[in-house]
């Protein structure tokens, strides 16, 4: 049984900066990458960043220069920092991990989502 849990989502005012959490806990032998998504009502759930395990990035062009993902592999975790947020940003955000949890046994495995709203 493996879980993500996420945390740090609220509400802030354009240009203000909020930092996202992502814990993953249970059966894991290992984690590949790491990614955060976002979905905005009435759109799909689209790709904000990712790292892999060896701490390649890359990142969705909207938020290049403005936003930071990083990971504690020790922890099982993975951060998102969002400075200068603007309103596009809200959205729902989600974690996703590939993750070994036994054996040669992969999957991803996604948290239940924090909300980030930012206010003109």
């Known amino acids: 049984q493996v879980q993500l849990v996420e945390s740090g989502g609220g509400l802030v005012q354009a240009g203000g900066s909020l930092r996202l959490t992502c814990v993953a806990s249970g059966s894991i032998f290992s984690i590949n990458t790491m990614s955060w998504y976002r979905q905005a009502p009435g759109k799909e759930r689209d790709l904000v960043a990712a790292?892999?395990?060896?701490?390649?990035?890359n990142y969705a062009d909207s938020v290049k220069g403005r936003f930071t993902i990083s990971r504690d592999n020790a922890k099982n975790t993975v951060y998102l920092q969002m400075n200068s947020l603007i309103p596009e940003d809200t959205a729902v955000y989600y974690c996703?991990?590939?993750?070994?949890?036994?054996?040669?046994?992969?999957?991803?495995?996604w948290g239940q989502g924090t909300q980030v709203t930012v206010s003109s």
């Open positions: 996703r991990a590939h993750i070994r949890y036994s054996g040669t046994s992969y999957n991803y495995y």
């Open positions: 790292i892999t395990s060896g701490a390649y990035t």
